[in-house]
């Protein structure tokens, strides 16, 4: 049985049909990572070293190592299997929970405020759920959720109507009274 060197010097890492899917992939519209995985599998079948490839795209060692290993056991078709970057944290299950929170007072949970805050809501889900993001992401959240932590705008009623009789309050002049007046007045009605 031929080497990986061997196989990939003779272009036999990629059947006809991997390599013409991954030709067709690479030109569609991809990120650069996800282009660069396509490349490395496609110039490792033609023959090129670990060091040429690593030359060519700029990419390290160990990423050419592991998609021309991909290859050769058959499974360039998995390409886009392993996502790029960070893994989320945030899950449904968490957005979830976030809008629950948001829609119920935090008095419900113990707390002694009226509102919920970004940080609040953020100490809390970490304790609860053990996903620690920052408020700012919170916030994030619960703007692309459609949601605030800043209350709705009052409604005004008759309590809080300004034009309604109840509500106003009178300043008149006072018949011209003398200071001293005024003193006795205040201490006739002590």
């Known amino acids: 049985m031929a080497t990986l060197r061997e196989r ?10 991997q390599r013409k899917l991954l030709q067709k992939n690479l030109q569609s519209d991809l990120p650069q990572q996800y282009r660069q ?17 690593c030359k060519a795209l700029g990419c390290c060692a160990a990423t050419v190592r592991h998609w021309i290993l991909m290859a050769s056991m058959g499974q360039a ?15 449904d299950h968490y957005l979830a929970r976030l809008r629950e929170l948001v829609s119920r007072g935090p008095k419900e949970f113990g707390y002694a405020f009226e509102r919920w805050t970004a940080g609040w809501l953020s100490k809390h889900l970490a304790k609860e759920l053990g996903i620690k993001i920052t408020p700012q992401h919170v916030n994030r959240l619960l703007k692309q959720m ?27 002049d006072l018949d011209a009274l003398e200071v001293s007046d005024l003193k006795s007045a205040h201490f006739q009605s002590l």
Do not use: Y
């Not at 459609?146 to 008149?172: F, Y």
């Open 8 to 17: 990939i010097s003779v272009g036999l890492c990629l059947t006809p049909f």
């Open 146 to 172: 459609g949601l605030s932590t800043k209350g709705k705008p009052v409604q005004q009623n008759e309590s809080t109507n300004l034009d309604h009789p109840s509500n106003r309050i009178a300043i008149r």
């Open 37 to 53: 995985r396509i490349e490395i599998m496609l110039l490792g079948d033609e023959g090129k070293s670990q060091v040429e490839i």
């Open 77 to 91: 078709h998995k390409w886009n299997d392993h996502p790029i970057g960070r893994p989320k944290a945030v899950n």
